[in-house]
């Protein structure tokens, strides 16, 4: 047997933009049982944003991390199937990935500490029937079954030394603050920056330092100061709050900041900090 | 080891309104199966209506009783996160019950008997990083697995005596019928009122008295009869059954009653009985 | 015991059309686990289009087949609840299926080589207080149960010897080529026909002969041609593949085919192939 970072513990999470109405992801249950009965499948959702390869990037990034060491991570946002794009295994310090090499796994990877990456392709891997339109039943299922049974990643193909890289803009330090943007609008709403708590901490220790006041400007809105909590201000007014991952959010307490405001993802975010004349 | 009432099973319900688009509810099973990979997680829903503690309350009072002896309940509706309110567990005569003292766990904890009442506030407990808007993740997420892993109820915190309590009114007797109203609406539009056909069979066994006449009704309708199901009537007309919970319901058999009829929570329902003439 | 075909392996998958915002799922979850708490369950979806006997059937018989040898399958999409219909138990040569004997599990079990069907009345096996409204419950959760813990399916009452069947109309080869028409339409509006790869390699084998070329004609507009996979075309084009199923099926890249090109469940797709003059 081939020398192995992670043991797996026989958790499988789904991710995937399938929607719930189709049998796509019932499919891809029944693959990975049938090659292994004793995996232990694990719903993440099936509604990330259809064919947003972004989106998709995010949300893994945020939920991945959680996980036991040893848990298999399916994921198949894949705009690309059936074109030339590689399927990939990667291997980081304590969980295995698997889904197509189309970026979205590249943001995760990064942030578990990097990983290696391998090319899926080996044919004994891959459905009988070879299929040019779902390679999540085809491809990507039966390859998390058997990593989920022991299989080793050497075995999914060649490593890859090229994966295909997703990276969101780095905030900006200019003389007046920090220039951002937005990544990501969930379900509510709310809109997440790259503009993160752990960020400044580390490269401006004296952004927040008192008596300075803080403002967050992004289209035509001035705002003072950043909320302990979502509750905190007047349900009408937009606020900005540190978000449970440690992004600056802005959102509506009672709405949907994103449409209320008219913010899309890329939307331009500046965060200043002023002394305060006493 | 404490003294506990209930032997747990190693299941954990969840049953949010976080919806599936995002990650929070991965986020909470990564956390709860990184505590112990053996917990066996069972969805029930994360579309509760949005902020909605009664309608949560409702669904809760419906799920909960068919579980088996042992099982942990994770709810999380949560409007007031990050404001002074308390985090509860709570010990039934055979389930234990997580989640943010609102309310919403109050009627179920009522209709199986009743419960002890926790704060869930022991700081080993919670989550190292103290988020202010993800309790979920940082709260009741661990909380849950440590019960469903065997750690007694009373090492959650203090008892609570005083827990935020939700009840909805209670149908009134008048001369000539009973008065209720409309609790929850179903996503087919059925509307379940307090009227329940245990209640007047304890408390007016004569009502269903033959030669007697049932009328109900709500806003301009009058309803003849109560039917014994969904199909017994003209698919366009409204009808009245006796729902699968026990409640008297409004519905449509082709349609969706709320929208077509007017009828919202609190909508005002009357059923009378009248001798038939001969 | 009773001599049995299939040997259970513990899981019992659920395909209904309830949605995920009210109880009725859970119920049927807490139903399956008091009855044996090491029942695995597996959601294959709660989003069926509401209702419909046609599109469960087709989803029936593109999840099933890919599930273990001795998989207990729950499906229900019952509009004629209450009413006289019976409720069925069937055994194929792997699997067993329970839900309602309305015609839905009707081609899976066809297209699974056949099964034999009982009649589920066993007054034993059914919940104690019948209700009229809610069959999920109070029928098919408890059979599923039993069923998946081992009983025998000749415990679950008499053969039945006339199911209600459900078949799509065959395609008709004509002078010109054959004619189909559409059964199901996916939730990207991606549209899938009767005609098959299988059936056409099958009974007309020559049909994609070099030097032919194949076109298919559906209302105003005519494809030339099959896309090898969905990226193939113009993103803006309708373009017709072969699916992951092997069915034809008219598609737009990005878009919803069957809203843009106003196709529903039944529209007539024609394929003819015709001699390229050389």
Same mark, same amino acid.
């Given at each position: 047997?081939?020398?192995?970072?992670?043991?797996?513990?026989?958790?499988?999470t789904?991710?995937?933009?399938?929607?719930?109405?189709?049998?796509?992801?019932?499919?891809?249950?029944?693959?990975?049982?049938?090659?292994?009965?004793?995996?232990?499948?694990?719903?993440l959702?099936?509604?990330?944003?259809?064919?947003?390869?972004?989106?998709?990037?995010?949300?893994?990034?945020q939920a991945y991390p959680y996980f036991p060491?040893?848990t298999?991570?399916?994921?198949?946002?894949?705009?690309?199937?059936?074109?030339?794009?590689?399927?990939?295994?990667?291997?980081?310090?304590?969980h295995?990935?698997?889904?197509?090499?189309?970026?979205?796994?590249?943001?995760?990877?990064?942030?578990?500490?990097?990983?290696?990456?391998?090319?899926?392709?080996?044919?004994?891997?891959?459905?009988?029937?070879?299929?040019?339109?779902?390679?999540?039943?085809?491809?990507?299922?039966?390859?998390?079954?058997?990593?989920?049974?022991?299989?080793?990643?050497?075995? $999914?193909?060649?490593?890859?030394? @090229? &994966?295909?890289? %997703?990276?969101? /803009? #780095?905030?900006?330090?200019?003389?007046? +603050?920090? !220039?951002?943007?937005?990544?990501?609008?969930?379900?509510?709403?709310?809109?997440?920056?790259?503009?993160?708590? $752990?960020?400044?901490?580390?490269? @401006? &220790?004296?952004? %927040?330092?008192? /008596? #300075?006041?803080?403002?967050?400007?992004? +289209?035509? !809105?001035?705002?003072?100061?950043?909320?302990?909590?979502?509750?905190?201000?007047?349900?009408?007014?937009?606020?900005?709050?540190?978000?449970?991952?440690?992004?600056?959010?802005?959102?509506?307490?009672?709405?949907?900041?994103?449409?209320?405001?008219?913010?899309?993802?890329?939307?331009?975010?500046?965060?200043?900090?002023?002394?305060?004349?006493?």
């Amino acid at each position: 047997m081939d020398w192995r970072w992670v043991e797996v513990n026989g958790l499988v999470t789904l991710a995937t933009d399938f929607g719930e109405s189709d049998w796509f992801v019932g499919v891809m249950k029944g693959v990975m049982l049938r090659f292994n009965p004793d995996i232990r499948l694990v719903d993440l959702s099936h509604r990330i944003a259809p064919h947003s390869i972004a989106s998709a990037a995010y949300f893994l990034t945020q939920a991945y991390p959680y996980f036991p060491s040893g848990t298999v991570h399916l994921a198949v946002v894949d705009p690309g199937v059936g074109s030339g794009r590689r399927a990939a295994v990667v291997e980081t310090a304590h969980h295995v990935l698997v889904g197509p090499d189309n970026g979205m796994l590249w943001p995760v990877t990064q942030a578990m500490g990097g990983g290696r990456w391998f090319s899926l392709e080996n044919p004994e891997w891959l459905a009988g029937s070879a299929s040019s339109t779902f390679h999540g039943r085809d491809v990507f299922a039966p390859a998390a079954a058997r990593l989920a049974s022991g299989e080793s990643v050497e075995s $999914a193909g060649p490593e890859m030394a @090229d &994966p295909v890289r %997703f990276e969101w /803009p #780095r905030p900006q330090r200019k003389p007046e +603050g920090w !220039h951002g943007e937005v990544l990501y609008i969930d379900r509510f709403g709310n809109c997440l920056t790259n503009l993160s708590r $752990a960020l400044l901490d580390s490269e @401006d &220790p004296d952004f %927040f330092a008192a /008596p #300075r006041r803080v403002e967050v400007q992004f +289209g035509d !809105h001035l705002i003072q100061g950043i909320s302990p909590f979502y509750q905190a201000a007047d349900p009408a007014m937009p606020m900005v709050v540190w978000g449970s991952g440690g992004a600056l959010e802005i959102a509506l307490y009672e709405g949907n900041a994103a449409a209320a405001l008219g913010i899309h993802l890329g939307t331009s975010v500046r965060l200043r900090s002023r002394l305060v004349s006493e």
